[in-house]
């Protein structure tokens, strides 16, 4: 069966600090992946999606940027955090067109 | 372009039914419905194709009108477990979803 991993559960960071957020899935190859934020109490925001190696769409122009290194990799950074960076932060996968599996989430904190 | 829910929130009591509208104003290809509770991450309920599909899961279904956009999910016989944040996302075959609000969905007993 499919896993997919984030990491750190939560971070608290200060302003200008840089940032680095993992996810990795199992079980699958070649899936599309995502980078949703979410600001308390509101909806989902799509960040950066990825089909492939080294192939990142960008959703929203920001200081955020995304790679993807390894077929079932993918990270999300960032060189100065903001303080509206803060959100939960949600890596997802999926084969389109199908269903979308979301990860359980980094909630980060800038301060 | 995001779909539009209604509505924004909703109390029920358990045993009550609802049911959660989404529509679009772009041709789609499927319509996924999510839940999340406070605190967790979405969880993934189903999905819809075009074709009209009606899906079920437990005792929550969701209908397809792809002729008009639309997209509704039924909560019958709501249960305390079905309390959470009802999130619909919309496909148009571009390998991303665009998601509503969400609809907040309280069950009280």
């Known amino acids: 069966s499919q896993t997919i991993h984030q990491w750190p559960a939560t971070l608290v960071q200060p302003v200008g600090s840089p940032l680095s957020l993992e996810c990795t899935v199992e079980?699958?190859?070649?899936?599309?992946l995502y980078w949703y934020r979410q600001a308390a109490g509101r909806g989902l925001q799509l960040l950066f999606y990825s089909v492939g190696i080294g192939q990142i769409s960008s959703e929203v122009p920001q200081n955020l940027s995304a790679s993807r290194p390894q077929d079932r990799q993918f990270i999300l950074s960032s060189k100065k955090l903001l303080l509206s960076d803060s959100g939960f932060y949600l890596c997802?996968?999926?084969?389109?067109?199908?269903?979308?599996?979301f990860g359980p989430g980094t909630r980060l904190t800038v301060t | 372009q995001q779909p539009v829910q209604s509505p924004q929130a909703v109390i029920l009591r358990e045993g009550e039914d609802a049911v959660i509208n989404c529509s679009s104003s772009?041709?789609?290809?499927?319509v996924h419905w999510y839940r999340q509770k406070h605190g967790e991450a979405p969880v993934f309920l189903m999905i819809?194709?075009?074709?009209?599909e009606q899906k079920g899961h437990e005792k929550i279904s969701a209908s397809f009108n792809e002729k008009k956009q639309q997209s509704s999910l039924y909560l019958t016989a709501s249960q305390l477990s079905y309390s959470g944040t009802y999130f619909c996302?919309?496909?148009?075959?571009?390998?991303?979803?665009?998601f509503g609000a969400g609809t907040t969905v309280t069950v009280r007993a």
């Open positions: 996302g919309t496909d148009q075959n571009d390998y991303k979803l665009s």
């Open positions: 997802a996968w999926t084969r389109s067109p199908y269903e979308q599996y």
């Open positions: 772009k041709a789609l290809y499927s």
């Open positions: 079980g699958t190859s070649n899936p599309n």
């Open positions: 819809l194709l075009k074709g009209g």
